[in-house]
């Protein structure tokens, strides 16, 4: 193997080059063999592993190229060193030795130093112009000269240069280029780094599903390769803060954090991988681990001379300091002091930096130099992603403290628009939900005025403006994935496996992995769904609701500066009533969801008052709003914290129907929908119920025509198939909720869970759904004001009405129940209706109530 082989291996396999040139200097090589092994074996532990020992292999390539009298390849070896000193931290040592052997270089030999040069000033500098100067010399000197390897590397470094200036377009077509080029050469290692720097590049663009593609293909190369990239790390952690993922981004972090001191891997890299885990530690509310490994990176940073990165460290220590509370004076010096230094090294940063030095200065009382900060900020608001939420942010704040409502109302539509462009990239429901997050400061700007003001309508209208939005935008199923079908239908057989070793005693370690594993592989598929843009829903409008309400009476809860809010809509008119912390309901909520549980099990006499309970949560959800209530049927629109309220409790809407929708804009939506041209209903038992099949089989004596499947025929596949577009779904089987992960909670069929995973594959929901088994209200709140789980999945699916319950019901007293409920229906009741006269007859005992309790009626 000649010596530029050797050197293209070891950034291409590594471990075999590695082994290559240990063979070579095991048999008395030749200087020049010498030199080439050792700058191989370098390199390798220079990106690899060890940067010490990197730069003493390095140091003994040199002192054999010098004996060699090869001036060529000793300029080549000092390059590779000069990297090796700025990755070590020396970066004056290193640059310096760069800089040393470029002068009076032309052609190819000049071409690769420059690489090395730029990827010095470009990536751990932050130097971008220079940088950018040396890379198109470099691309100049290694186009066409026959060595793929290096025009690739030439390619590849403009384009991070390129990136990091904000020109993606160019980058990407450098990258898409080099891809090319390093495929065709066999350069494997390098061909995953410049596929997880396309990942890079599509995240910059707003393109968050192909942004994760990229890193997933590239994790798994040099998974495959045995070697450690910090920069894919780096990069996927962003890409998943900035997706909201943060438990994700904190796992994969620490993970390469761990693998890099293991390895005694380079300094500079290690920094990195410090303050990107400071950002995910945040991001997941580990603040004191936040502050340590932010402040490690910063020290790091400043010690390897790298003002770039140093100062994104520090804003990010300023932004966790202001989210704890601090609002001092040498904060706000800090805040002004990083501003101007990120205006020269990243302005998309600097944005974020101004808007938080212009809010901090209003903190303070300064309106001069909030003005100043903020207008600067509000200057990005037409520039990439990132920077424009941050420029609206900033508009509004300004606005506001102008005094000028009109203009803070429109820079937070704006705002919010741009936000719900962006979720319609997105195809998962787990993205879509996480993303609202980023519009909730806009949007609670825009309702705290609105409650200040105390106008009621307008206080109604900015509460739709940002709920359950994701339920307004068409749902995206997954793309037809074997894959995706083929890793759901193991993880149902393996949790069955696991439910059967429960009964035999703690499940075995093994199975738990695999079953990690299996839920990782269907989650990181369906995250990788593109989004479509479509159409855009009608926005909401408070007219169409008075025209639709009819004697109905709507009941909007809304929480602003952690006070709820009641909002009551009735007879054309709209009324705004303070009620109370909203601590203290969901504090009361817990009590009353205790006491159902425990009235659906508990026998005898030792029972809790449900009468007093729903008295009390009463008092804390509606207070003086419910003088405002009509006579008729109730609409109810609770926050995301306080979903999954037993409202049937109340007394002033336990005799009357209520219907419980995650906004007034899908309650409005639900009534439009139409149902299925033909009646299609199936019934569905699932197993190990205590009741048996009882339920299911007299509910099919109520409809002979439906489908029915049970007794070991309600599989996932038959189940899909039969309530796809059904008109009527009845579900008889034990539900779970699974509040670490809500797009797993699950429906138990004969051959195992049915998730949300799965019904997302539907091509059109079932009209109308009665879920008779435990928890399937439950969502996970998620997001600005969002919600996921079963119940969510099948309104976000086009269902018009769902019955689930809000905590485990007792099997024997569902059965009469559904019997009652399912009578009503096909007396022509809607759902809110049949379920409210279904409870005014349920039977007189503790389980009875309990159970007619614990259902509520969602959607219209």
């Known amino acids: 193997m000649d010596t530029d082989d050797l050197q293209a291996l070891a950034l291409s396999r590594p471990a075999d080059a590695l082994r290559l040139a240990r063979e070579v200097l095991a048999n008395t090589p030749s200087d020049a063999e010498a030199a080439a092994a050792h700058q191989a074996a370098g390199v390798v532990h220079r990106d690899f592993g060890d940067i010490n020992e990197a730069v003493a292999e390095l140091r003994a390539a040199y002192r054999h190229a010098r004996r060699a009298s090869d001036p060529d390849r000793e300029a080549d070896i000092q390059a590779s060193l000069g990297v090796a000193l700025v990755m070590a931290g020396q970066t004056s040592r290193g640059l310096a030795l760069l800089d040393s052997i470029v002068p009076g270089r032309t052609g190819v030999h000049a071409g690769r130093i420059l690489v090395r040069r730029v990827w010095v000033r470009g990536a751990l500098l932050g130097r971008h112009a220079e940088a950018l100067a040396d890379a198109e010399h470099a691309v100049e000197f290694l186009s066409d000269t026959g060595d793929l390897v290096w025009e690739a590397r030439a390619l590849t470094h403009r384009a991070m240069v390129l990136l990091a200036m904000g020109a993606i377009d160019r980058a990407d077509e450098d990258y898409a280029r080099s891809e090319q080029l390093f495929m065709r050469s066999g350069q494997q290692a390098e061909y995953a780094d410049t596929r997880q720097a396309r990942g890079a590049a599509a995240f910059a663009r707003g393109d968050l599903p192909k942004a994760l593609q990229y890193l997933d293909d590239a994790q798994q190369m040099v998974e495959e390769l045995g070697i450690l990239e910090p920069d894919l790390y780096v990069n996927k952690c962003l890409v998943l803060l900035a997706a909201g993922l943060s438990r994700d981004a904190l796992t994969e972090i620490n993970s390469a954090l761990d693998r ?243 009964d035999r005693g ?198 002979p025509d439906a489908v029915v499947l049970t007794d070991g025929g309600a599989t996932a596949e038959a189940v899909l198939k039969a309530v796809d577009g059904a008109s009527l779904v009845h579900v008889a089987a034990h539900g779970t909720f699974r509040a670490d992960s809500p797009l797993f909670s699950a429906l138990e069929l004969d051959d195992g869970p049915l998730t949300v995973y799965d019904l997302e594959r539907l091509h059109r929901a079932p009209h109308r759904v009665v879920l008779s088994s435990c928890s399937s209200a439950l969502g996970g709140p998620s997001g600005a004001d969002e919600l996921l789980g079963l119940v969510s999945a099948l309104v976000a699916l086009g269902s018009a009405g769902v019955v689930a319950s809000v905590v485990p019901v007792n099997d024997p007293a569902t059965v009469p129940l559904m019997l009652d409920l399912h009578g009503r229906l096909r007396a022509g009741d809607d759902l809110a209706e049949a379920l409210a006269r279904t409870r005014a007859s349920a039977a007189d005992s503790h389980s009875a109530r309990a159970a007619a309790q614990s259902f509520i009626a969602l959607g219209a």
């Open 260 to 502: 890099i001191e293991k390895q005694h891997g380079s300094a500079a890299r290690r920094a990195e991988l410090l303050y990107c885990a400071g950002l995910a530690a945040h991001a997941a509310g580990a603040i004191d681990v936040a502050e340590s490994r932010s402040r490690d990176a910063l020290t790091l940073f400043r010690r390897q001379q790298r003002p770039w990165w140093a100062a994104r460290a520090e804003l990010a220590l300023l932004q966790f300091r202001y989210a704890g509370g601090d609002r001092t004076a040498r904060l706000f010096r800090t805040g002004q002091r990083i501003s101007t230094e990120l205006d020269r090294l990243d302005p998309d940063l600097a944005t974020e930096a101004h808007l938080l030095t212009g809010r901090l200065a209003l903190a303070r009382h300064d309106p001069a130099k909030a003005r100043y900060h903020l207008k600067i900020a509000a200057g990005a608001r037409n520039r990439g992603l990132r920077a424009r939420g941050a420029g609206w942010l900033a508009q509004a704040t300004l606005h506001q403290d102008d005094g000028r409502s009109r203009a803070m109302l429109a820079a937070c539509r704006q705002g919010l628009n741009l936000i719900e462009v962006y979720l319609r990239t997105l195809g998962a429901t787990e993205l879509r939900v996480l993303a609202t997050a980023q519009g909730a400061e806009l949007a609670a700007i825009a309702l705290r005025y609105a409650v200040q003001r105390r106008n009621a309508r307008q206080i109604l209208e900015w509460s739709e403006r940002w709920r359950a939005t994701v339920l307004a935008i068409p749902p995206v199923r997954p793309q037809d994935d074997a894959g995706l079908v083929t890793d759901l239908t193991a993880l149902r057989r393996l949790t069955q496996r696991l439910e059967a070793s429960y």
């Open 506 to 703: 703690p499940g075995p370690g093994p199975m738990h992995r695999e079953r990690r594993r299996l839920e990782s592989a269907v989650r990181r598929r369906v995250l990788l769904t593109p989004g479509a843009i479509g159409e855009r829903a009608d926005q909401f409008r408070v007219d169409e609701l008075l025209d639709h309400l009819g004697d109905r009476t709507l009941v909007e809860l809304t929480d602003v500066d952690d006070q709820l809010y009641a909002i009551v809509v009735a007879r054309g008119r709209v009324h705004l009533e303070l009620v109370g912390p909203t601590a203290l309901a969901t504090h009361r909520l817990s009590h009353a969801l205790f006491a159902l549980r425990r009235a659906a099990t508990a026998h005898g006499t030792n029972q809790l008052d449900l009468d007093a309970i729903g008295a009390r949560l009463e008092t804390v959800l509606l207070g003086k709003a419910i003088k405002h209530l009509q006579d008729g049927p109730a609409v109810v629109v609770p926050t995301g914290r306080l979903h999954a309220v037993p409202w049937s409790l109340l007394p002033s809407l336990r005799h009357r129907p209520t219907s419980v929708v995650p906004s007034a804009a899908a309650w409005l939506r639900a009534r439009k929908a139409v149902p299925p041209s033909t009646e299609r209903v199936v019934l569905i038992g699932g197993p190990e119920l205590s009741t048996g099949h009882e339920e299911v089989r007299r509910l099919s004596e109520l409809y």
